[in-house]
């Protein structure tokens, strides 16, 4: 069992920074792929960024790119993901997830047996 715990949401600005943070607790952490989704209200899961376990692998939602970066500390059991320029259509709840199986990062929610609880993420204009 992995215990994840997601924190940095908050309100910001277009354009502002926010730095999300999930603390994984349990299983050795470095095995597992991570990835980051969101869900606005109403919506599905949409898959936003996801990072090997070794860390030197990433993928992104094309809408992200160049904005959002996902990053791990596994010394520290911790995944980050910096967003900058942030738009109205980022508001969301955003929830880390992690799998233990498998290689490749996938975008389904169903491929990733754990979450956490969500942080609200609010773009103003």
């Known amino acids: 069992q992995v215990q994840l715990v997601e924190s940095g949401g908050g309100l910001v600005q277009a354009g502002g920074s926010l730095r999300l943070s999930c603390a994984a607790s349990g299983r050795t952490f470095n095995n597992y792929r991570v990835a980051w989704f969101r869900q606005a209200p109403g919506k599905e899961h949409e898959f936003v960024a996801g990072?090997?376990?070794?860390?030197?692998?990433?993928r992104y939602l094309d809408s992200v790119k160049g904005r959002f970066t996902i990053s791990r500390d596994n010394a520290k059991n911790t995944v980050s993901l910096q967003m900058n320029n942030l738009k109205p259509e980022d508001t969301a709840v955003y929830y880390c997830?992690?799998?233990?199986?498998?290689?490749?990062?996938?975008?389904?929610?169903?491929?990733?047996?754990?979450w956490g609880q969500g942080t609200q993420v609010t773009g103003s204009s």
């Open positions: 997830a992690a799998s233990g199986l498998g290689m490749v990062l996938t975008t389904t929610p169903g491929s990733y047996a754990y």
């Open positions: 990072i090997n376990f070794r860390g030197d692998s990433t």
